[in-house]
């Protein structure tokens, strides 16, 4: 393989890896806070990338437009999410919170095809992502690099308002321990819709480049990468932002760079995180940078 | 024999009877669902005895229902159908050639899923709620992976076509007798499982653990016996839904299979034999009914169009509202029970 | 006889050491009481005992066995039961079915006799099923049996833990904080009715409680640990006259 070859390779894994990313941090800022897989996340990600299309498609709305009140949208979905298929369960049993999670995600999904219609669908791209770059040889689209862009100004605005602002403290306060916080005056509702928010604000922001780079739109399209990107939240360390950034670019650049090495695995490509899951719990089931827990007898 | 076993046995007998009318009354469409419900109570009561009465959260079903349906149906298939099946690369030998009667597959086919059960469970079973969780559904997901890939085996993402069908004979009389008889078997071996010592100790599980192991409760060794007897009959109910089809691709065994099973036991009641039976059955043919309204419907003269999806919709809606406001599904963790009946009819004798 | 004996052992969570080279040694059927402040330790020490924990150093024996490390269902199948001080019963299912669970491990059936109900299996369950309704009789919770656990008042809650590890039949019972949340009068019955299970079923006991009225009414001797140290150990009124125990407990100025 020639080297501009494994630049390509290394810049696509790298725009991969921070779509999951911008995901895994959604699953694990509300596990962090409500020891919850948010099954349903995957979907909100789906709903993102859709929004976006039928403002561009229907409206004819400029593309930027587009992505705005796509992102604002879904926002507030993902705090209606929350409302409706979380709270009214907030004190019951995890597992019925989990299975809240999975048929939510089942009616979004069923929605979706009934609203959007089964057939794919292509998602219109400005040609400002599809010019092709040539770097000292390498050959990119340019939607390739506006994706690390993106994120690393989402990712420094989301740790600028985790460990700077008040809301961020009392996020903060409320994933290390909900009661306390209660009991501190802080208003928990409102910081787990703000989290809710924050969430899905990053996902619809990953759905629309995930649009940009792969334009083929499904509404199962979310199913897939939510539950690797979960698994990424995991590797790196449930309720850990840093961690989750990490294992979304563990699983993106393993992901292509598996594919690039030995193109006899590419059929394997989509165990990969599966298998790097199973691996991690095995070996260090808190993760990469989370802490061990131990329950009290 | 006591009375409530005198009933039980004259209800058992009076299924079957039941049975051999509607396979004489019922048209081929109406039986297949009916067999579908079948298999159904099979699924949902092997994932009711781990995520119900062990009380893990396992999410790998999908996966041990295609072992079962792959080895049942490699070994079912004559060779000619095989080599049709696998124009891409051919079969390896050694599955070429072989062909064995149809029980005796669905028995390896559920071996073989217990087997891919006790393989996961020893890893993962040491993992607690939603870890468990994830992992059994990665591994799920894993195993479909590989079926994917293992072309000269599985044929890969083309799948297998023309499972013979269920039985010994080939007749389609005979296809009730498996589905219902194995699901009633099922429900027998469910129901002494759980009014047992063993059932007792996985109940105590679900309850408290680490009361449990206080009690001598060896956790592991009872977690794994659950899981692999829960796969056994995933890999049979799989292998049933293989040949009731008629054809099997990966895609078929995908994370939703698991999710549609969870919810059915959810709707039946989380640690209900009862619950998971009437509502495997109850949805089965719900979703069936509700096919009408992907169609065209016509009330009062006026044409309503079909928008094909709704029922999924309809049915999801009602699904939340159950998991929201009704959480404890249909029967929570109570059984039926003959009781009900003779304690019902003494009251009224009294009074 | 000695029943229990740890040597030096030392429980250290990352940087903090909870417990800190304890030695104890009990005698058989005796009372004995593992008192101290909060947080000193105690319950970590039953942790360790029923093998939740595995010690950072030091070795315990029972009857003298080596115990060290060896799994929770292990150890209570070798003789040592064990109460929680947060009450930990199987809360769906019924008084008598949390205690026929506790014989689980002594039933002798294999998995397959068990669903098949073999002779020899309900032969097996109607034994088990006998002693444990004895049991529950001899604590005075016969007359509830089926109910709900989680339907009983608390002190009948209490009253079936103890009666729940009592049916994997012990020769070590460990209670910890069994008058946690009684009033005056509960706590009297209970300190009869400790005495009463030791003499009937001939078993040693060891107890944290926090009720001194308690601890000096019913334990032989006692132990006092103070941020994971034994402070001081001897008989109830030893210990009432220890410095160091009034230490650790008012604090001095």
């Not at chain 1, 587009?66 to 004190?91: D, H, K, Q, V």
């Not at chain 2, 019922?26 to 109570?41: A, H, K, P």
């Not at chain 2, 893990?56 to 229902?65: D, K, Y």
């Not at chain 3, 929680?84 to 199987?90: P, S």
Request: charged content about 15%; glycine content about 10%; overall charge positive.
């Amino acid at each position: 393989m020639s080297f501009s070859i494994f630049l390509q390779h290394l810049v696509n894994g790298i725009s991969l890896g921070s779509l999951y990313a911008l995901l895994a941090i959604g699953y694990t800022m509300v596990y962090g806070i409500l020891r919850l897989i948010n099954f349903a996340h995957g979907d909100v990600f789906m709903l993102g990338t859709y929004i976006a299309f039928y403002a561009m498609t229907s409206f004819f709305l400029p593309w930027w437009m587009s992505f705005l009140i796509a992102i604002a949208l879904t926002c507030i979905f993902g705090i209606i999410l929350e409302r409706s298929a979380y709270r009214p369960l907030r004190n019951s049993p995890r597992i019925s919170v989990m299975i809240s999670a999975i048929g939510a995600s089942f009616l979004i999904q069923n929605l979706a095809i009934v609203i959007f219609g089964g057939r794919p669908k292509a998602f219109p791209i400005a040609p400002i992502f599809s010019r092709i770059l040539n770097i000292g040889g390498v050959s990119i689209v340019s939607v390739s690099l506006i994706i690390p862009v993106i994120t690393a100004i989402a990712l420094y605005i989301l740790n600028y308002i985790v460990n700077h602002t008040k809301v961020g403290m009392a996020m903060r306060a409320v994933s290390r321990d909900y009661e306390a916080s209660r009991l501190m005056g802080i208003d928990v509702n409102s910081i787990i819709s703000f989290t809710f928010g924050t969430g899905s604000v990053l996902a619809a922001i990953g759905g629309i480049m995930w649009g940009l780079k792969y334009p083929q739109l499904i509404p199962l399209m979310g199913l897939m990468p939510g539950l690797k990107c979960f698994i990424a939240a995991v590797v790196g360390g449930i309720g850990n932002i840093r961690g989750a950034v990490i294992g979304g670019f563990i699983l993106g650049l393993g992901e292509i760079m598996i594919v690039a090495f030995s193109p006899a695995l590419s059929g394997y490509r989509d165990a990969f995180a599966f298998v790097l899951l199973i691996i991690i719990l095995l070996v260090k089931p808190s993760g990469l940078m989370g802490q061990n827990t131990v329950e009290k007898v | 024999m006591n009375k409530k076993n005198t009933l039980t046995l004259i209800s058992i007998i009076a299924f079957i009877v039941l049975l051999f009318i509607l396979n004489i009354n019922l048209g081929i469409y109406q039986m297949r669902i009916f067999n579908l419900c079948g298999i159904y109570v099979i699924l949902a009561l092997s994932l009711n005895l781990i995520n119900g009465f062990v009380g893990l959260f396992s999410l790998g079903h999908a996966g041990f229902m295609a072992v079962g349906a792959y080895t049942c149906a490699l070994l079912t298939m004559s060779r000619e159908m095989k080599e049709m099946n696998f124009f891409l690369e051919p079969i390896v030998p050694w599955l070429k050639n072989v062909q064995v009667p149809f029980p005796l597959a669905l028995i390896v086919a559920g071996i073989m899923a217990a087997i891919a059960g006790a393989l996961i469970g020893a890893p993962v079973l040491r993992l607690r709620d939603d870890y468990l969780a994830i992992a059994t559904l990665g591994f799920s997901e894993i195993i479909r992976v590989i079926f994917t890939n293992t072309q000269s085996i599985t044929n890969g993402a083309l799948g297998i076509k023309g499972l013979p069908s269920i039985g010994i004979t080939g007749k389609t009389w005979e296809v009730v007798i498996w589905t219902w008889g194995i699901a009633l078997l099922t429900i027998i071996v469910m129901v002494l499982l759980i009014n047992s010592s063993y059932g007792r100790a996985f109940k105590a599980i679900r309850e408290d653990e680490i009361a449990a192991e206080a009690m001598g409760i060896n956790l592991f060794k009872h977690k794994m016996m659950a899981f692999i007897i829960g796969s056994f009959f995933a890999g049979i109910g799989g292998a049933l839904l293989g040949h009731l089809i008629g054809t099997i691709d990966p895609r078929m065994f995908f994370i939703v299979l698991t999710f549609n099973i969870v919810l059915i036991v959810v709707l039946g009641g989380i640690g209900s034999i009862t619950g998971s039976v009437i509502s495997a059955v109850v949805v089965t043919i719900a979703m069936e009914v509700l096919r009408v309204l992907d169609g065209d419907i016509i009330i009062g003269g006026y044409m309503i169009k079909g928008i094909p999806g709704m029922r999924m919709v309809v049915f999801s809606v009602l699904l939340m509202m159950v998991i929201l406001f009704y959480q404890r599904g249909l029967m929570g963790t109570k059984e039926f029970s003959w009781d009900w009946i003779l304690n019902r009819k003494k009251k009224t004798v009294k009074s | 006889m000695t029943v229990l004996r740890t040597d030096k052992i030392t429980m250290k969570f990352g940087g903090i050491t909870a417990v800190s080279q304890f030695d104890m040694k009990i005698d058989k059927n005796e009372i004995i009481g593992l008192i101290g402040p909060n947080g000193a330790g105690k319950t970590t020490c039953f942790n360790m005992i029923t093998g939740v924990y595995i010690p950072t150093e030091g070795k315990i024996y029972f009857e003298d066995k080596n115990i060290t490390g060896i799994k929770t269902h292990e150890i209570t199948k070798l003789g040592i039961a064990r109460t929680f001080q947060n009450i930990r019963l199987f809360k769906e299912l019924s008084v008598l079915d949390n205690v026929l669970i506790a014989n689980h491990m002594r039933l002798g059936s294999n998995l397959f006799s068990s669903v098949i109900k073999t002779p020899d299996y309900r032969k097996k369950e109607k034994k088990i099923t006998d002693k444990s309704i004895s049991l529950l009789k001899d604590v005075g919770l016969d007359n509830i049996m089926y109910e709900k656990s989680s339907s009983l008042p608390y002190g009948k809650q209490r009253r079936l833990e103890i009666a729940r590890a009592l049916a994997t039949d012990p020769k070590l019972l460990i209670l910890d904080e069994p008058a946690a949340g009684m009033n005056p009068q509960e706590s009297l019955e209970l300190m009869d009715f400790i005495r009463e299970i030791r003499d009937r079923f001939d078993i040693t006991i060891l107890m944290i409680e926090h009720h001194m009225q308690v601890v000096m009414g019913v334990c032989e001797r006692i132990y006092v640990l103070d941020h994971g140290i034994m402070i001081a150990d001897g008989t109830p009124t030893e210990i009432q006259n220890n410095p160091k125990v009034i230490e650790a407990y008012l604090g001095v100025e």
